[in-house]
């Protein structure tokens, strides 16, 4: 028996139908009496990774948490600053032919606008209740503008594997997650940013699918080549975020960090952030099913590439 699979414009449909389906406001997520809890942890140790640090007492490791699912939001909030003009770039090249796509792309914009809107009012939020600021790296559109100067196909591919990491993040370890007692307010956040996220992976499929057929072969070796060179350039940004994660540990603690207290932070959270933020997404399955199509000459350095952010 085969499965019959939907045609590109069905797709769009589709797409847009579930989409249409989840319908949230900003103010019914935060803001108002709609509180995040700082006696509680905000991600899952799973992506926070800050049991393992020895140098911290409890106390510390529950501000640094609130720290990572701070500065969790605000990559996020970053990685989308570059999806809406990617999605807006892909609709002027493809046109009004097909106006179902059209909508369904110019709504997968807004939606990823009112993210962006989203992760601005939670950074106003965290600041009041944290009590202090909590940098992150930026400015945010250099960093998108830097993004968006590779080739489309790049974009895209890195896009796809970031839609599907927001996936697997809330499914594996927020979700079902009853043995961690983590902020109701920060996981509905999370569960409201998912449930958009889940239609975007199906867009985000078609865009490569449509630019791999338009290219030339050596254009898609290209478009490969920027979507490692643009990992390696988010990885580079991770690093930094890690740095600004333990001042900001030091500014809310008031306490001063040892050499080799801050060599055994800043190794685990950089193992924590490579992790998360990359291997996590490019050895995801979905995505692997998307590159192997077209990326059979470079499934070897993916592989490695996976590897080397897994560990």
Not at 35 to 50: N, T
Not at 67 to 83: A, C, D, K, P, Q
Not at 292 to 300: E, K, M, V
């Amino acid at each position: 028996m085969t499965t019959t699979l939907p045609s590109p414009n069905q797709a769009y449909e589709q797409s847009l139908l579930r989409a249409t389906k989840v319908n949230w406001k900003i103010e019914d997520i935060i803001g108002g009496d709609k509180r995040l809890d700082f006696s509680k942890r905000f991600l899952p140790e799973a992506l926070a990774q800050v049991n393992k640090i020895s140098c911290l007492n409890e106390a510390e490791k529950l501000v640094l948490n609130q720290i990572r699912g701070n500065s969790y939001l605000h990559l996020f909030g970053l990685v989308e600053e570059f999806i809406v003009p990617c999605v807006i770039n892909h609709v002027k090249t493809t046109g009004l032919e097909n106006i179902t796509a059209t909508q369904a792309l110019l709504h997968f914009a807004e939606e990823e606008s009112k993210h962006i809107y989203l992760f601005r009012r939670f950074a106003e939020e965290f600041e009041i209740g944290f009590g202090c600021r909590c940098e992150g790296i930026g400015p945010v559109q250099d960093i998108a503008n830097a993004v968006l100067e590779h080739r489309p196909l790049g974009v895209v591919l890195i896009i796809l594997y970031i839609e599907w990491m927001t996936q697997y993040h809330y499914l594996a370890s927020v979700r079902d997650n009853s043995s961690e007692s983590l902020d109701p307010q920060f996981c509905s956040l999370l569960r409201n940013h998912w449930l958009e996220e889940a239609q975007h992976t199906t867009l985000d499929t078609l865009m490569v699918e449509q630019l791999v057929q338009e290219l030339e072969s050596d254009e898609i070796e290209a478009g490969v080549d920027d979507f490692f060179k643009l990992i390696e350039f988010l990885n580079g940004g991770l690093m930094m975020q890690v740095k600004l994660d333990l001042e900001s540990l030091a500014r809310a603690t008031g306490r001063t960090f040892t050499e080799s207290e801050k060599q055994e932070i800043i190794a685990i959270q950089e193992r924590s952030y490579k992790w998360t933020f990359v291997g996590s997404g490019v050895s995801h399955a979905k995505f692997l099913e998307v590159f192997n199509q077209f990326g059979i000459t470079r499934q070897a350095e993916l592989l490695e590439v996976s590897k080397s952010y897994c560990t």
